[in-house]
């Protein structure tokens, strides 16, 4: 079982910038693929990026592309969402997905653990 922990959430002015963080507990997170994907009421879960289980691979919602950028330091056991230049349509609550796989996928139910979520809001 793999735990998946978000921080770095808040509140910040539109042009702003934020970075979020997703530790693991209970395994490695060394083979998986990790995503972020945002939520706000009422609407689905839509991707935001994802990166491979080495790091070599990345992809983005079109959305975020140029300004948000995915990493991960597999000695830390943590995946890092940098936010840039944030617009208030950027406001969501965020959550960290692992998959099994190790490579790259940009929907839902192609991931097996879930974080809890952080909260981003910015304001115009």
């Known amino acids: 079982q793999v735990q998946l922990v978000e921080s770095g959430g808040g509140l910040v002015q539109a042009g702003g910038s934020l970075r979020l963080s997703c530790g693991a507990s209970?395994?490695?997170?060394?083979?998986?693929?990790m995503g972020w994907f945002r939520q706000v009421p009422g609407k689905e879960r839509e991707f935001v990026a994802a990166i491979s289980w080495s790091g070599g691979s990345t992809y983005y919602a079109d959305s975020v592309k140029g300004r948000f950028t995915i990493s991960r330091d597999n000695a830390k056991n943590t995946v890092y969402l940098q936010m840039n230049s944030l617009k208030p349509e950027d406001t969501a609550v965020y959550y960290c997905a692992a998959r099994i796989r190790g490579v790259i996928a940009t929907t839902t139910g192609e991931y097996d653990y879930w974080g809890q979520g952080t909260q981003v809001t910015v304001s115009s």
């Open positions: 209970g395994r490695t997170l060394r083979s998986y693929a």
